[in-house]
Nanobody, 124 residues
Framework: QVQLVESGGGLVQAGDSLRLSCTVSGRTFSSYAMGWFRQVPGKERDVVAAIGWTGRTTYYEDSVKGRFTISRDNAKNTVYLQMNSLKPEDTAVYYC?????????????????WGQGTQVTVSS
């Protein structure tokens, strides 16, 4: 069974940084693209960033370009989301997810395994 465990969320002030981590159980981590999503109450879960299985291909949602960086360490079965210059509108529950294949996807339907989520709160 594949399990994803996120960590690194918290309460910060605007302009601060946080790094989220997501460790994935199983031996096939390096074969799959990974993504980070976020969700606020009453809204859909939207992609923030995604990374291909090699780490060479990435995607960022427009509002986080230049501020967030997704990366992965296949030796550690871990994907990261470095978040800089945080804004109050970044407040959400952040989820990591494993894609259904090696190609990174931009919608939640492209992903089949999810972590439990970690809360990120940015105060103004």
């Amino acid at each position: 069974q594949v399990q994803l465990v996120e960590s690194g969320g918290g309460l910060v002030q605007a302009g601060d940084s946080l790094r989220l981590s997501c460790t994935v159980s199983g031996r096939t981590f390096s074969s799959y693209a990974m993504g980070w999503f976020r969700q606020v109450p009453g809204k859909e879960r939207d992609v923030v960033a995604a990374i291909g299985w090699t780490g060479r291909t990435t995607y960022y949602e427009d509002s986080v370009k230049g501020r967030f960086t997704i990366s992965r360490d296949n030796a550690k079965n871990t994907v990261y989301l470095q978040m800089n210059s945080l804004k109050p509108e970044d407040t959400a529950v952040y989820y990591c997810a494993r894609a259904r294949a090696g190609v990174l996807g931009r919608s939640s339907g492209d992903y089949d395994y999810w972590g439990q989520g970690t809360q990120v709160t940015v105060s103004s």
